[in-house]
């Protein structure tokens, strides 16, 4: 029996801050994909996290995103956009040295078939404000995944500190 | 570094099918996944059966998105429990779905299941199957009645505690 979970890259954000996390040549020979990060952004925006595949930055991502904020349950949706928003992100505004989690699975990442993917995930400020987020993201593209790019949607950086690890998974 | 996650078995169909059986599950392991992606004739969500067991032993508490409002809701008595992916007509459906403490024979067995899919609802559930047998086989099928696609994959593993 063949161990089925690999860590494929780590990235960490260094001192300055950095627009992006990015993964590349992502090898074909996985399944799925799994990807933990724990980030924080440098801005006070409050905007969301959101990912490219394959750098394409043409109005082809959808999603549908399930949400709670310690008051209220919304949700929302949005189509031909640019990016999808898969989570929130952890402001600067909020609690120091909090950072935020999230959980992305993209199944059948290497296949011609149309690429969905899941993301759970969570800010916390010690305070008031935090969000609890379930996101479904489709890419309308039947490339293979090669590249994964994890940026904010208000073009802010990411952190110090902020990083995001990209596991391959085998059903075989 | 013992290995911990492992895969059991894989389906991919090859034509339209009304049910997909994961059989033979051995009780080696801790904790189930299962992966599910593709679509199906009529759209919805996949149902498991544990064991064959078609009683009314199984319920759902979940909570879901449409894209314009919250959803929260309980199904009780079924004869199957919501889990696995949510598929859609002619577009890709996904889900995964967690069984932990599966192979037990004194527990009742719980199971997470978060779907998603092409256009599909946010979904995040917990299901209960009242019944304390180690889980050997389960049997999804559409909750519409309609088949899995040509191509629908899903995907079996095992995580193992020691």
Redesign the interface.
Known sequence: ?????DKIQTVTVGSGGAANIEFTSIPGTY??LKIFGSTRSGSSSGNQLALRFNSDTGSNY?R?????DGSS?????GTSETYARFAFTQSSTFTASVFNNFVI?I??YATS??????A?GVTENNATQAEAS?????WNSSAAITIITLLDSGSTNFAQYSSATLYG???? | MARTYEPISTQTLGSNQASITLSSIPGTYTDLVIVANGASTSGGSMKARFNGDGGSNYSTTYMYGDGSSGVGGRISNDASGIAGSRNGIGSQGGGVMQINNYSNATTYKSMLSRQFGQNQIQWFSVGLWRNTAAITSIVFTDESSGNFTTGFTISLYGIKAA
């Open positions: 029996m063949t161990n089925t979970f399944t799925d959808s549908k995103l399930l949400y709670g349950v919304q949700s929302f949706s699975y199944p059948n078939l149309t690429k969905v993917a899941g759970e379930l996101h479904g993201i489709t998974i085998k059903n075989t």
